[in-house]
């Protein structure tokens, strides 16, 4: 079992001296705790591309798990398909 660690790209807007101010900063889980962490300007386009292409792995890890199990599902029924052995 292994633990995920979800990131997620967040803005902040804060108002002062009625100016409007806007910073982007992660949020995740480390342990119990949910971590800020503030994000540069000149560093958001690249996490930004890199947090797209880990969704984007993720999706394709899942579907590879549920598809691992579909064919574990059909290795363990009585009398398997032709031509296929289980491995004891």
């Known amino acids: ?16 001296k009625d100016k409007k101010y806007e910073y982007h900063y992660l949020k995740y889980r480390d342990g119990d705790r949910i971590v800020n962490q503030h994000v540069s300007g000149s560093d958001l386009k690249e996490l930004k ?8 792995y993720e999706q394709e ?3 590879y798990e549920k598809r691992i199990a579909y064919l574990k599902k059909i290795m363990s029924s009585k009398g398997s398909p032709r031509g296929v052995k289980k491995d004891k």
């Open 1 to 16: 079992m292994y633990f995920r660690i979800y990131r997620s790209l967040r803005i902040r807007a804060k108002l002062y």
């Open 49 to 56: 591309a890199k947090l797209s292409l880990r969704k984007k």
């Open 61 to 63: 890890a899942k579907s």
